[in-house]
């Protein structure tokens, strides 16, 4: 049978900008899955999909106009129960093949088309049919239907339509915006579907103001988007309206020379892409007034307002042109430039306004404010938040620094939520932070300080960078310690994929920070702490939990950074690991060890040992030389005598790669403690003393890692 390529759209008003790309994707994909199960689509078939602010299309190759037929095997029944005594049909296997639509008019001739086959330890009837492809009309019609069933639809509006029928009225329709126009064109024929009120046809409608004719008349399926280009004025793709914006700003930038760019924002270009059907970028610029207030906000709001890309210097700075993404091409553009440059005018007077009236007040001055904030309606206000947040970077303060560090973590965290009762934030919140820092300095306070401000928020998201100095990562953690125990102590606790406090986000932070800036705190200590700075009874007990849930994220974490389960599960399992910057040291050790020919025989006989201690609970880790009969035993104590004594120097010294290696030079005497050594002695005093001399090996063995997680 022919294959012809298929060509599928949907003409609509505007759709969601944000959600255009997803919508285009999915209601290519789907439709094409749908008719390759139906045997339509064949394993050749390419899609392609598109997508514009006014149509969702897709264009699939290889389709057949019709499904190959194919064989079904249905099992009825075993064959005790179809066939009587006598071979005869029964009542239930006649009723069964009628049902399957066979004909039964003839009872014999019925049961001599069925099949006998083993099944299990029975024999069973099974009856073989040849089911009829499904025709394209029928099969697109499904997929169409199921293609639209499942876009994932950010709102769907309601909107009537007049009915076709004999008896006129309306009826109500579910999309995500008005549907007008549906074309379907296998090859050069339409495909007779209706879906959404539509009756599929071979035309649409191009630009809406620079369509060179109306309607576009489609040839074929494959005329689709030359077509559209050349007679609508449409860049049907959006992958490549995409990347003719793109295209186009870097383009305009460099007209402008001296090394000036436009801000990378990829979902900006994005969300810009699928609010133009032709793009045209045009270059913009505002009054070098505005330019005195901080560059944050004026991107902010002009990326986040208008969809401008504000143009950047060499150095990063921003300068006072921006590039706009037009969706129409007049001869002259300069109306369309002074638009533009007339609408963001005041935008950044706002802004500038917001940042003259904020700077009137210091920070310090608006902590009171922070009482009148409410924080949760558990956990009390920001103000008595930004108490407990201080009283939990004084102590870790204290523990990296001293009183110096101390006392600038604890002005930090004194002013670091003050921006939120400022008017700029209040009119951008993703500012915050970043505004704190700009007013601190303009108050006076100490770079230090006012990094920390800005900092305290970070990591922000998965791959962020880490606050710059120490203050920043005192207050950084506490922030994230206060939010984690308040919540976990409330109760609010992550549940599958819901995460609405981004408690996950604020483990991830805790973990990169003691890790990353190697910080040599006690992990339970900073629980500890936290929890003691909230008043009592506000918060349930959930040490543990919190414990817990930091402990899944910190091993998640380390297998992100490509160590495996047991590595990860060895470095954390060592007695007595509470500093979590030691763990990288550790996991490195760890891989090492493992290289080496001792590893499995030693990671064996460690778990062997911690099977025989566990099973004689408290053991001394003391050995009397008296009481060694044995060679083997004997032998082994000389070598703990020798190797111990380096290995342990080399951990107390940080260099756990040495110790681990060092003890491999144990496998030897190791083994034959356990070929010739009956450990568990009849004699009690012998039995203790080999106990001992375990204990001390695997005390030894275990101080970098928990060496028996390694073993197969």
Request: glycine residues 6%; hydrophobic residues 45%.
């Amino acid at each position: 049978m022919t294959l012809q390529n298929l060509l599928v759209e949907l003409f609509v008003e505007e759709l969601p900008p944000k959600a255009l790309r997803k919508l285009g994707d999915a209601f290519a994909s789907v439709l094409a899955e749908q008719l390759k199960a139906l045997g339509l689509a064949t394993s050749e078939s390419v899609v392609t999909a598109y997508a514009s602010p006014r149509r969702l299309g897709a264009h699939i190759s290889h389709v057949r106009q019709k499904a190959d037929d194919k064989p079904v095997q249905q099992k009825l029944m075993p064959v005790s129960v179809g066939l009587d005594a006598a071979g005869q049909a029964t009542p239930a296997l006649l009723k069964r093949l009628q049902a399957l639509g066979a004909n039964v008019s003839d009872p014999a001739a019925a049961v001599a088309v069925l099949r006998r086959a083993p099944d299990g330890k029975a024999e069973a009837l099974f009856y073989d049919s040849l089911q009829a492809g499904a025709n394209l009309e029928v099969g697109l019609q499904k997929a169409l239907e199921e293609a639209i069933a499942k876009l994932p639809i950010p709102k769907v509006m309601s909107y009537q339509l007049q009915t076709d029928c004999e008896l006129p009225g309306w009826t109500s329709v579910n999309f995500v915006r008005p549907a007008h126009g549906l074309v379907a064109l296998h090859g050069s024929t339409v495909v007779p579907v209706k879906v959404l009120g539509l009756k599929a046809g071979n035309s649409t409608h191009g630009h809406r103001f620079e369509a060179a004719v109306d309607p576009v008349v489609l040839r074929d399926a494959d005329s689709y988007e030359a077509a559209l280009e050349t007679d609508g004025a449409v860049i049907a793709s959006f992958a490549r309206r995409k990347v003719e914006v793109a295209r186009q700003l870097a383009a305009a930038a460099a007209r402008l020379g001296g090394g000036v760019r436009p801000t990378e924002d990829d979902a900006l270009l994005d969300e810009v892409t699928a609010l133009v059907e032709r793009p045209n970028v045009l270059v913009c610029e505002f009054e070098t007034e505005f330019l005195d207030v901080p560059q944050e906000c004026l991107i902010l709001t002009m990326k986040a307002n208008q969809k401008y890309f504000p143009l950047l210097d060499a150095a990063g700075k921003l300068t006072n042109r921006f590039l706009v993404v037009s969706n129409i091409s007049p001869e002259d553009a300069s109306a369309v430039i002074s638009g533009n440059e007339r609408v963001v005018r005041p935008r950044l007077a706002d802004a500038k306004f917001f940042f003259d009236q904020d700077r009137k007040k210091t920070l310090a001055s608006r902590v009171a404010g922070l009482d009148k904030v409410v924080y949760h309606n558990k956990l009390d206000s920001q103000g008595e938040r930004v108490k407990r947040v201080r009283a939990i970077a004084r102590s870790i303060g204290q523990q990296l620094g001293g009183d110096a560090l101390a006392e600038q973590a604890d002005q930090a965290a004194l002013l670091a939520k003050s921006d939120l009762v400022t008017d700029m934030v209040g009119e951008f919140p993703e500012l915050q932070g970043t505004m704190g820092r700009y007013y601190a300095l303009n108050d006076g306070q100490p770079l230090d300080v006012a990094d920390a401000i800005e900092d305290h928020y970070k990591p922000r998201f998965a791959g962020d960078s880490l606050p710059r100095n120490q203050t920043g990562v005192v207050v950084a953690l506490a922030d994230k310690l206060e939010t984690l125990v308040g919540m976990f102590g409330i109760g609010n606790t992550p549940t599958g994929e819901k995460d609405p406090f981004a408690l996950r986000r604020h483990g991830l932070g805790v973990i990169r920070m003691l890790v990353e800036k190697n910080l040599p705190l006690q992990f339970n200590e900073l629980v500890n702490n936290a929890f003691a700075a909230f008043p009592p009874g506000m918060l349930q007990d959930a040490h543990t939990d919190v414990s817990i849930f930091l402990f899944e994220r910190l091993k998640s974490y380390l297998k992100d950074g490509g160590y495996s389960s047991s590595e990860v599960d060895a470095a954390l399992n060592a007695p007595g690991m509470s500093v979590w910057a030691d763990i990288p040291r550790r996991l490195v050790a760890v891989r090492s060890f493992a290289l080496l020919s001792e590893a499995p025989a030693l990671a064996a006989a460690n778990k062997r040992i911690s099977n025989i201690l566990k099973k004689a609970l408290e053991v001394d880790p003391h050995v009397s030389e008296i009481l060694l009969k044995e060679p083997a035993e004997i032998a082994l104590h000389e070598a703990m005598k020798d190797v111990l004594p380096v290995a342990n120097a080399q951990f107390t010294a940080g260099d756990y790669t040495a110790s681990l290696q060092t003890l491999a030079a144990l496998r030897a005497p190791v083994d034959a403690f356990f070929d010739g050594v009956m450990v568990n002695a009849e004699e009690l005093d012998m039995r203790l003393n080999r106990q001992g001399l375990l204990k001390k090996l695997h005390l030894a063995m275990n101080q970098v890692a928990d060496l028996s997680r390694l073993a197969a």
